[in-house]
């Protein structure tokens, strides 16, 4: 930049500057005075330095320097005349132009200039980002940029009280100068200030200082708000008015005259002037200002601007105006404004429409046409001769999108939307109707058109758009349209997705209007709303209805709805459809969903007619025209009935339908309504005449084929030619439709049917197309081969689709039916042989002639067949004809036949004189029927040996000798000579052969030889002759009989037995000496050798002697020793043949040896008869039965036994079983058992055991019964089963297990939960019941038990229980909890105290904490449960001032988000049940206030000091809030300022900082409620600075009324600063890379930080596991655990489930136990009875002690005489108790009595101890010792009587009271020395019933149970190390994976990339100092936190998921 010239620096001296003074430098301070006094002629100002001159000094200056005579009056003004007095003096600012004048009204002399600065605001940049003016809307944006310019004049013309004028010239005649655009109004003008302040870009009304001194300035005033914001207030950023002339032009000229001033003021800005500048190193933003009377246009070059001459003309007589001419007009956009000429002008009419129509709007349709507006605006086109000027006036513009909107509504909707502060809007909605046809919603005519549809029959319009995608509203601000922003719509004006209640197409024909207040954002260019839709569909925005300018509070939905209906039901006029017929479905609509449903209709009513179906219609519109008849007309959707539509579809039947045979559907809308049925008919007639109608057939050769002719096959047929004719007898070839173009081609098609025997065949089909020359040809057809009856048929098709109809009609056809016959015979085929061909069997063959097509003809005359065979002799006698087949009979065939199965003979057949003249076949020869029968061998006679085969051979043959087959072929050979005929047979049908007697020849009883004779003949054939044979049979010589005899010892008579010979012999006795022999057939002797003993066999005895078989004898038989059955004896000689013979012994019994009884019953009860008989005989030493006993002795039998009952007992003699019958046997006493039943005769005894069971069930009894009424806790059970005994009536136990015993409830209020509530009873007559659960309200009951057996019941017992409420079930959470306390986000909950309740009202105690949770969500209560998410939160241990049973939530975190939080207890009863507490709400709010931080952090700005706004902008927008240590919003309530400033990096003071914009170094911005939006920050243009240095923005704030003041951390945002546009972008781009680096590597750097954190927590980890771990095996150690063998967990818990099994084992052992109930222990303030609350180890001890206290064992210790009483209370005074608040006791530790002050008085024996000492208290030791000292005082243990006695008399001598004495042998000395007696001694433990103290476990159990303790701890260490170490180990390699290496190599290299950057931002040339490359403030990048925090770390694992940027 130029330095400034030098000032005088002397006060007063002044030298003439032209045009005007230069700008100062910082130690000057003057101004430019000019002489305008009437005669003065001086054009050049002279400047003055003021700089330490006041008013007076001023005016003395001026006097001097323009030689003013002290007698001069004269004024001084500045350029808007305002006069200088002492006030404004010292508001000068130096540069500013004053006049020299005679008086303050006086006229200019001649013109002066004032040089003026216009430096962009700071606005430039910050709101530059913000839209872009006019990108990428091409040509059209030109109407916006003039609308710029009216919103100008608008806002000067607003204060007129008349007609506002604004007037646009397009001046485009080249003749009158360079094209120019000219915008003149007759506005308040601008002064000088305001016209400098219009030169400034960026300077908003907002900021703008219109005032010429700061006095003046009054600031921004928003006009008050008026219907539809019409204010005018719409000039508004500073900004369009120069990017407007500037985007049409290259220059501008402004001319302004105020109001009130006679001055007009002129200034001209243009690109040349800029560039000119720019190259002359100028100041580019300064200018001149030409201050000028009207109508003077002498500065004007008429040459190129003459024009302007004229109009600066017009400027006399105004009173205010301003006028902006735009030069150097853009030639595209020159063409643009004069082609589309009536299209922008449209345009702007749209903008501006509500400002020139008025409020309501321009409607059409008021006769009147009266506007209330008074803005006129007008636009003129004036181009060169001959063409006329254009000129339209807005108001006269009736097509713009406003207009057509009003004119087509026919009802309003007016509403109002409320947002935050006073942001309003007034909305409209309009209705446009549906009326009949179409729809009445504008469409714009400027739009561009969618693609033609050139057939839109085939387009399917389910109804009309309407609006259709298009938004509702169009969106105005301070009434001027903004044109790119439109709102879609509001939820309550939406088209609803169902449940509609008008027709969802009603929501298509609303359109509106949104009139916003300046309350919303615009862009800088009034395009687009920045924020309208966002604020309006936010929630808190309040919509009412505004009905006759009134808001209405309803609901806006619901009045919308109303509003819509009424108009859909009074302005739309739609389509009736009626008679509905169904749904059906279209295929010829191409969208698929679109094809169903449809439904189909008979008729509609449209505007009044009635179209149904049948009538005749024409269609308008469509291509071609259509008439035809409807069929049904189609309307998309469900429907059923009448309804109304906006439109549908018609079916129509295209007529004639012989001519189109169509159907056609297309909208309803083209339906003509016009035309005439008539006129419809007589168009169908005339096309129906010229339809075809016949067809004409010639024969072009002359061989026609008449109508049934035949002709033999092969014959030809042809050629044909074939003719169409109409009606009219013309000849045609196309189908005549309505447009020729689209005739259809006639084609014949030929067919001939062969009707065959099957069915019809087509032998011929051709299809000729019509020429010219010969219409249409056949050619012949040689194919007509096949007999029958044919037909051909000629028929007409259509070309298109081979269709022969048309219309339903069949088109012209011709027929002719012809027969084929068969021709001449010329060869013959044989037929079928019957196979197989006997021998000398006659058959037939058949042959068949056929000709040449293979047909059956006719056989020739004279026919002499010719047979040959090579093989065989082949015969034939004659022949026959029948029809076409000719027969060869009597066929014979002779000759031998070998291997006939495999071998075919050939006949060949010669008929002479055909073509094929022979023919041969393949016939198999068999042989032929049977002739003869042969039987080998041919002996005479044949000699066999009786038991041996024959073999005879048989073979039949036929006449040739070949052996044959037949069927039933069997041959038969009979015996002859024997009384039993012997026939033997052969089957033979299959072989031809056989053999007969090839088995034995049995002959029976041979003695001698046997001459027989054998006849073979065959039965079923008598023609073969019979065959004979002698056979002579001679005695065979082998054994065929055995002889079985016995002789005695000494004796030589033998007996010999015969066969099956009955033997009897006495049971148990030997028959011996057996001997046999053997015979042969003829009788003879058969010796016994060696060779054949072993072949003897008997059934007796497997063991038997050769040698002794050899010698003839046979083993003995020892007959069975029981007289039962006979028994079966025999002897065989086993060799080829069996021969047997066998003896029957039947043994007899023996003499009497004792009784027998028999039972048939050994089980009776007790009280029955024994059932069944029971039987009493004598029987031998076998058993065997005598006849000893008989009816005559039996009465000498007698029966005893013991309880028998000898009333019932009866005997009697069974003949039948000869013994004597015992019955009616019964026991009456005793009890169940074996009973013996004696038996006496003769000196017999026999004893009969019967056992006898309980009588019959008769009463239940309780054993064990306990003492009533029981204690039972509700909700629990018994401990004790119930045990019940079924007895009979003598008391036995009855084990009838058909007795069901059940237990029931006698009061419904008592529940019970058992395992079984009804049983059998077991094998004992037990039942066992045990109650698990009973519930009930507190009180008494009854539980009944109950028999039943068969339809009887058996009485049992009843059992009271007293059911008294559970102290230990938890039934209620209560929660305690400062609920007015302030819970700050991340601090500390209050604590939470939290008790639970049991049925009875008290605190549970004894509750695990682990059990019982606080659960914390976001969001409100959500009922009865938290939702899924909720965080867990565990309880804190007490204090020791606090409660063990109550449980504490302290020091819990709270969330680190602000809002609504909820909380919930829970207790976990068991693993499916839980207790829930009420659910909490808690409000977290904000923490103190510590920073100030943006809501999105920025990327680091990159500036330079260039001329480019965007260049030198810092922030656009930076919303900064208060947030607390958890960016929580913290600053409600905290108003003030936020001082940005920019200070160095390394914090101390350095030259040259950057300044913002109005050189200032600081700027302020407005703080409310803790937020501050930070806009449009930029430096100021030539800004000082360092050259590639580092900087920080210092967000601070400045709160002076918050007492006490906050300080609060600023917010720092560093910034680089450059002095070369071109290295601002690249470090820009630098700097952009750098932070997205420096993101990149945070993340990279809190993943590896979390990770390495993790590792070193689990390092710890795992040793401290190790630790622990080792910890625990030095106590394994101590304990005596071998810590070798647990070298796993499995081994481990192997041993612990061993020492748990010992544990069992233990714990299952009998020990001494207490059973008595205690329902009451665990109650509340309660211990439990005496008997449960000590234990005492020696057996005798416990005896002694147990009875000495048997009056109290029973007693309820409490703590409260409350807890006393109520127990009292429900036990109704039964249950004795002793609070210990009544209990006195004094500790006492006085030694024995034998003891004084430490020395024995006399050596005791009987070793005596105190009694209470001897108790061992598992709980409650101190409650425990105070009531067994009161109850037992100083009661001592001796071992035995005589020790007990002699120590109290010793401790009696020593004068010391002696206590009383008990002994281990159960003896009592009570203090007063009385002892013996049944009181003084205790019985036996086991008659204490079970209320004697229990047995502690064994030490081993104790020790067992530290075991398991240490081994399950030590379980869970390693258990614990190993998943630790797991863990570290995957985490370790986690680390080293390939993608953690990726990462950290990705780490380093943007490490690197960024270290470039750094380097290079940091080597940015210096041009003034050496470079401060400076790095972030520490408190941003400071990475001493090297330790990320708990909840940090708390998403470690997250953070290795995250995506990472590149």
Known sequence: MAEPKQRPSRPGVSRALTPGPEKSDHSQRGVCVFDCRPKSTEATGRVIDIRNLDYNGFLKAVSKEFSIARNETFVLTTTDRREIGTDIFDQLEDGKTLHLLHSVDQVLPMATQERIEYLPHYHTLVQSGMYEYYASEGQKSLPYAFAELIDNALSATADNTGVRTIDIRLLFDESQGKPAVVVLDNGRGMTSKQLNNWAVYRLSKFTRDNGTFQSDHTGYSRPNPVPRSLNSDISYFGVGGKQAVFYIGQSVRMISKPAGSPDVHEFVMSKEDFERKEKNKEEIYSGVILNRNPGVWSHVNSAEEPFLQSLIQEEVGKESFTAVVITGIQPEHITYLKQHFSMWTRELAHIYHYYVHGVTGN???????????????????????????????????????????????????????????????????????????????????????????????????????????????????????????????FEWCARPKKGASVPLECYNRISGVLFANDRFQVSTNKLTFMDLELKLKDKETIFTRVVNGQEQRVKIQREFVAWLKDCHEHFDKQVKFMGFQGVTSRSDVTTKRLQSPWACFRAIRWDGKTFKSGDYVKSVKTQPILFGSIVQFLLYGHHEGDVYATGGHV???????????????????????????????????????????????????????????????????????????????????RLPVANNSAARKLLIDLKVIWHSPKGDVQTNSHIAMYSSKWDYWFKKMENLTKLGK????????????????????????????????????????????????????????????????????????????????????????????????????????????????????????????????????????????????????????VTIENGTPVGFRVEVRDESSNVTTHSKLIVRCQLQGL?????????????????????????????????????????????????????????????????????????????????????????????????????????????????????????????????????????????????????????????????????????????????????????????????????????????????????????????????????????????????????????????????????????????????????????????????????????????????????????????????????????????????????????????????????APKGQYELEFRGSFSKSSIAGPVVKLNVIPDPNKPVKLTIEYDSKAMLPAGGTLTDFKVTVLSEEGGIVPNINPANISMLLWKGSSTGSRPPQGATTLRCSKPKDTEKDDCFYFRDKAIPERVGKYTVQFVLCLDKTKALWSHQYELNVVHGKPVKLVPDTPPSTPVVSNSNTLASRTLVESLCLKIMDDYNNPAGEGIDGHVVVTVRSCGGGRVRDLPVFEGKTSSRRYTLTNGEALITGLALMENSPGIDGGEYILDFSLDIPRFEPRISLAPFLLPFRFYNDVENQKIMATLSKRKDRLSQSIDIYRELFDTNKQLIHELQNQVHNAGQKEAQLEADLRMNDLDITQLTSESAVKAVISQKQAALERIKSQPRRKCTMPDPFRGSP??????????????????????????????????????????????????????????????????????????????????????????????????????????????????????????????????????????????????????????????????????????????????????????????????????????????????????????????????????????????????????????????????????????????????????????
């Open 979 to 1335: 009384p039993d005929l012997l026939v033997d047979a052969v089957d033979c049908s299959n072989t031809g052969s056989g053999q007969l007697f090839g088995k034995p020849v049995q002959v029976n009883n041979i003695k001698e030889e046997k001459i027989l004779t054998a006849k073979f003949d065959i039965p079923s054939q008598q023609a073969v002759a019979c065959v004979e044979r002698t056979l002579r049979v001679l005695p065979s010589t082998r054994v065929s009989r055995i002889e079985v005899h016995r002789r005695d010892d000494g004796s030589d008579d033998v007996m010999v037995l015969q066969n099956l010979e009955r033997i009897d012999w006495t049971a148990g006795d030997t028959l011996g000496s057996l001997c046999y022999r053997l015979f042969d057939e003829g009788n003879r002797l058969v010796p016994i050798t060696p060779k054949l003993a072993p072949k003897i066999k008997v059934n007796w005895t497997a063991s038997m002697k050769v040698a002794e078989l050899a010698q003839g004898q046979l083993p003995s038989v020892c007959v069975p020793t029981l007289v039962q059955g006979e028994h079966f004896y025999q002897v065989s000689f086993q060799d080829q043949f069996t021969v047997n013979t066998s003896f029957i012994i039947v043994p007899r019994a023996d003499e009497p040896d004792r009784l027998r009884v028999s039972l048939c019953e050994s089980t009776v009860r007790m009280g029955d008869t024994l059932s069944g008989n029971i039987y009493v005989d004598v029987v031998d030493q076998y058993g065997n039965k005598t006849d000893t006993l008989n009816a005559e002795n039996m009465k000498n039998v007698s029966v005893s036994a013991d309880g028998l009952d000898t009333a019932t007992l009866t005997m009697e003699w069974q003949e039948s079983g000869s013994c004597v019958l015992v019955h009616g046997v019964r026991f009456m006493r005793g009890s169940p058992g074996q009973r013996d039943l004696c038996f006496k005769y003769q000196g017999f005894e026999e004893f009969a055991r019967i056992k006898v069971t309980a009588g019959q069930p008769t009463t239940i009894t309780l054993l064990d019964p306990p003492e009533l009424p029981l204690q039972v806790l509700n909700g629990h059970g018994l401990d004790t089963p119930f045990v019940l005994q079924l007895s009979d009536e003598w008391g036995n136990p009855s084990p009838d297990q058909r007795v069901i015993i059940a237990m029931r409830t006698r009061s419904p209020q008592l529940k019970i939960k058992s395992s079984v509530m009804s049983r059998p009873v077991d094998s004992d007559g037990r039942a066992c019941f045990m109650l698990e659960t009973v519930t």
């Open 1725 to 2006: 303030n309660v211990l439990g009875k005496i008997a449960h609350l000590a234990l005492v180890e020696d057996d005798d001890v416990a005896k002694v002690i147990s009875w000495h206290l048997l009056g109290d064992m029973d007693c309820v210790v409490t703590v409260t005489t409350a807890a006393a009483r109520r127990i009292y209370d429900d036990t109704q005074g039964r249950q004795q108790v002793i609070p210990l608040e009544t209990v006195f006791w004094r500790p006492s530790n006085r030694p024995l009595p034998h003891i004084r002050n430490g020395v024995n008085l006399f050596h005791p024996v009987g070793n005596p101890v105190f009694v209470r000492d001897l108790l061992i208290f598992p709980k409650h030791a101190e409650n425990c010792n105070m009531v067994f000292s009161s109850l037992l005082g100083d009661t001592i243990l001796m071992d035995d009587l005589d020790s007990a006695n002699e120590y109290r008399k010793r401790v009696v001598q020593s004068k010391v009271q002696c206590p009383t004495l008990l002994t281990r042998q159960g003896d009592r000395i009570r203090s007063n020395g009385k002892f013996g007696g049944l009181q003084n001694k205790a019985p036996p433990i086991e008659k204490l019933r079970g209320q004697v103290f229990g047995a502690p476990l064994p030490k081993e159990y104790h020790t067992i149970q530290k075991h398991i303790e240490l081994l399950q701890q030590y379980c869970l260490a390693r258990q614990k190390a190993g998943e630790v170490k797991s863990e570290y180990d995957c985490h370790v390699l986690y680390m080293q994976s390939p993608e953690m290496r990726k990462k950290e190599q990705e780490l380093h290299q943007q490490e690197a990339q960024l270290r470039d950057i750094e380097k290079t931002l940091a080597s940015t040339p210096v041009r003034v100092s050496p470079g401060s490359t400076i790095k972030r403030p520490a408190a941003e990048t400071d990475e001493s936190a090297h330790t990320p925090s708990k909840r940090a770390r708390r998403k470690a694992r997250r953070l290795q998921g995250r995506q990472l940027p590149e």
């Open 363 to 489: 409607d059409l349709r008021d006769p009147s046409g009266k506007s209330p507006s008074n803005i006129d605006i007008q636009i003129s086109l004036v181009e060169k001769s001959p063409r006329l000027p254009r000129l339209v006036n807005l108001r006269e513009v009736d097509n713009d999108m406003q207009t057509l909107y009003v004119s087509s509504s026919v009802a309003v909707f007016e509403f109002k939307a409320s947002a935050e502060g006073d942001a309003a809007v007034e909305g409209l909605l309009r209705y446009h109707p549906f009326l009949y046809d179409r729809e009445t919603y504008p469409e714009d005519p400027y739009a561009m058109p969618g693609p033609a549809d050139d057939d839109d029959e085939e387009c399917v319009v389910l109804n009309a758009e309407g609006r259709g995608k298009r938004p509702i509203f169009e969106c105005f601000w301070n009434g001027r349209l903004i044109p790119y922003t439109t709102v879609s719509e």
């Open 651 to 733: 079916q129509i039947s295209m007529e004639p339908k012989e001519l189109y045979d169509e159907v056609r559907i297309i909208p309803i809308t083209k339906i003509d309504r016009q035309v005439s049925t008539a006129a419809i008919k007589r168009n169908i007639e005339e096309e129906l005449a010229k339809l075809p109608v016949k067809l004409e057939i010639s024969w072009p050769e002359g061989n026609p084929w008449p109508e049934n002719s035949a002709r033999p096959a092969g014959t030809l047929m042809g050629p044909i030619k074939v003719e169409i004719l109409n009606k009219k007898g013309e000849s045609m070839s």
């Open 790 to 941: 044919y037909t051909l048929r000629l028929q007409t098709i259509l070309n298109e689709n081979n269709s022969s109809e048309w219309a339903g009609k069949c088109l012209p056809h011709y027929t002719l039916n012809f027969t084929i016959t068969e021709g001449n015979a010329e060869a013959f085929v044989l037929g079928v042989v019957p196979t197989p061909v006997h021998v000398g069997v006659p058959f037939s063959l058949s042959l068949e002639f056929r000709d040449e097509f293979g047909h059956l003809a006719q056989p020739p005359s004279d026919i002499k067949p010719q047979l040959e065979c090579s093989s065989l002799e082949v015969t034939s006698e004659k022949t026959a004809v029948k029809g076409t087949t000719f027969t060869i009979k009597d066929i014979r065939m002779r000759g031998t036949v070998k291997n006939h199965l495999n071998k075919t003979h050939t006949l060949k057949v010669v008929i002479p004189g055909l073509k094929q003249d022979s023919q041969t076949t393949e016939l198999n020869v068999h042989p032929g029927l049977p002739h003869t029968l042969v039987v080998l061998p041919d002996d005479d006679v």
